[in-house]
């Protein structure tokens, strides 16, 4: 099992910044023995379905949503399996509530992958 956890949401008007953070624990000791690989940010509008924003791999590749691209950027603390993602120039068509996933690694290539609780970020006009 592993524990995901976002953190940073809020309020901002539009132009502004937010930096989003999400860490990924094991909660076992069978569990620790799997690495995180991928992380990403998803993120859901009212009456919408959860699109994909950002993710990284383990190595550093990142791919980014076209809605995003520029004005978002993913990172991430492999030490500490945490991914953060600083969004500049918000629109109000950023309101959502943003997901955090990571994805555990099993034997034979096997990907399990882990939701956090999400987070709501608003923007206003």
């Known amino acids: 099992q592993v524990r995901v956890e976002e953190s940073g949401g809020g309020r901002v008007q539009a132009g502004g910044t937010l930096t989003l953070s999400c860490s990924a624990a094991s909660t076992t000791a069978a569990s620790k023995r799997f690495r995180i690989t991928t992380m990403a940010w998803y993120r859901q509008a009212a009456g919408q379905e959860r699109e994909l924003v950002a993710r990284?791999?383990?190595?550093?590749?990142?791919d980014y949503s076209d809605s995003v691209k520029g004005r978002f950027a993913i990172s991430r603390d492999n030490a500490k399996d945490t991914v953060y993602l600083r969004m500049n120039s918000l629109k109000p068509d950023d309101t959502a509530v943003y997901y955090c996933?990571?994805?555990?690694?099993?034997?034979?290539?096997?990907?399990?992958?882990?939701w956090g609780q999400g987070t709501q970020v608003s923007v206003s006009s």
């Open positions: 990284i791999t383990k190595e550093g590749s990142t």
């Open positions: 996933k990571a994805d555990q690694e099993l034997p034979h290539g096997l990907l399990l992958p882990y």
